[in-house]
Nanobody, 123 residues
Framework: VQLQASGRGLVQAGGSLRLSCAASGRTSSNNAMGWFRRTPEKEREFVAAINWNGGSTYYVDSVKGRSTISRDNAKNTVYLQMDSLKPEDTAVYYC?????????????????WGQGTLVTVSS
């Protein structure tokens, strides 16, 4: 499975950005998917995850209420809509496909990883 993330960019604080991650090579529609991010302080922080059919989602407290994860299984794509962005959201964001159908907050729960996409939020 190859994961291609898009949506990188420079955004002002308070702005919005939508990240997309398309999976190819093998369907991921039966697997949970997640987003993680890397900052100078944290190697790989969990951000959000969604189960295989979109019926269950989970967010880290720092983005809860400001972000929405969703998926389109027909397109093998997962999205992360981020609103009210803060400078501390600046990071390289990674999408990942889980081993199973239920989401996990741990990196060990994910089998395939995208290459990362940079989001910079200016103050």
């Amino acid at each position: 499975v190859q994961l291609q993330a898009s949506g990188r960019g420079l955004v002002q604080a308070g702005g919005s950005l939508r990240l997309s991650c398309a999976a190819s090579g093998r369907t991921s529609s039966n697997n949970a998917m997640g987003w993680f991010r890397r900052t100078p302080e944290k190697e790989r922080e969990f951000v959000a995850a969604i189960n295989w059919n979109g019926g269950s989602t989970y967010y880290v407290d720092s983005v809860k209420g400001r972000s929405t994860i969703s998926r389109d299984n027909a397109k093998n794509t997962v999205y992360l809509q981020m609103d009210s962005l803060k400078p501390e959201d600046t990071a390289v964001y990674y999408c990942a496909v889980a081993y199973g159908s239920v989401w996990s907050t741990s990196i060990v729960g994910y089998r395939y990883w995208g290459q990362g996409t940079l989001v910079t939020v200016s103050s």
